[in-house]
């Protein structure tokens, strides 16, 4: 499947995929995520200590202050999708380059719903991660494009 996949697509992306799925499994690393629970009073703070791996088989951490579980992709595009990290990548690449939504569901034999659910989920978080990094003055603004 990535082999027919991979033909259809450009170089760029063909590298970036090269690039992610070349490397080993990512380790759970607890000390780089952070509480989403809105209640807990540790939420995104990072590197607090009260993270936890909870279910390496799942992927899930727990947080010690509060209880709560959730997995690695919670608050991303690739939270509950039933396909593989690397297809949405490459579609949201795609999408974001002008590639008409048609070729797109032709290419990967995707419906035209599902394309349309992937390109509103990661709209949805790239103005987030703008309004929490670039209008929140957390990036020196000469690393900003207009």
């Not at 809105?38 to 727990?62: A, P, T």
């Not at 949405?88 to 995707?110: E, K, M, N, R, Y």
């Not at 419906?111 to 989920?121: A, P, Y």
Request: with cysteine.
């Amino acid at each position: 499947m990535r082999y027919k996949v991979l033909k259809r697509v450009d170089l760029c992306v063909i590298i970036f995929v090269c690039n992610h799925t070349c490397r080993k499994e990512k380790a759970m690393n607890p000390d780089e995520q952070f509480c989403q629970n809105d209640e807990c009073r540790l939420r995104g703070q990072v590197g607090k200590g009260n993270i936890v791996i909870h279910s390496k088989v799942d992927k899930r951490y727990r947080c010690k202050e509060c209880g709560q579980t959730f997995t690695e992709t919670k608050g991303t595009p690739f939270y509950r999708r039933q396909k593989e990290a690397e297809i949405v990548a490459i579609v949201s690449v795609l999408l974001s380059h002008g590639c008409p939504t048609q070729a797109i569901v032709i290419a990967f034999g995707l419906d035209e719903r599902t394309v349309s659910s992937w390109l509103q989920k990661c709209g949805e978080h790239c103005k987030n991660l703008h309004e929490h990094t670039v209008q929140q003055g957390k990036v020196d603004i000469k690393h900003v494009q207009a």
